[in-house]
């Protein structure tokens, strides 16, 4: 039997511990083998590893990228720059199971097809290394094959977006 006291209280000490953390946002892109594409905003992403280099970024199972990454091998990860709020508003305010967000914003073919935002701070192209559940996002484990700077500056950040309604619910 679940203690809801215990659980609240767990829910509670949480929020309290990220409410104080600035995350970066970033805009996750892929292909799958048939060709869909789609994207999403993201908080969730760190490298993981020096040698050899690893990134960790984690898609919600209920966006519609999560569909399309569970069908590629290859993504790519955009930090945006700090007056792209239009970006991020696009990539987490709008779901690709409505809106091709490609048709939005200026996009280039990079390494193995993955769609590169001309638009960002910096992006790397990343081949899927490993996937696991993690709850109610899945993280995905990837190796960099290439990227680069952008052209925006400074970094977008959760404490400095504006208020984001997700496209899809939580859960």
Known sequence: MVDRGRAHGRAAA??????????PLAVVTTTADDGTRSGCLVGFLTQ???????????ISK???TFEVLD???VV????????QDDTASLFGETTGDRVD????VAWHQGPRGVPVLDDCAAWLALAVVDRIDVGDHVAVVTRPIGGG????GGLLTSASAPPLAAGHPVA
């Open 101 to 104: 967000k490609f048709d939005h």
């Open 76 to 83: 790519a990860l955009h930090l945006l720059g700090a007056d």
């Open 149 to 152: 700077p952008g052209t925006g």
């Open 62 to 64: 209920v966006n519609h």
């Open 14 to 23: 949480a929020d309290a511990y990220t409410e104080r953390v600035e995350y």
């Open 71 to 73: 069908r590629a091998e």
């Open 48 to 58: 993981c590893s020096i040698e050899p280099p690893r990134f960790l970024v984690c």
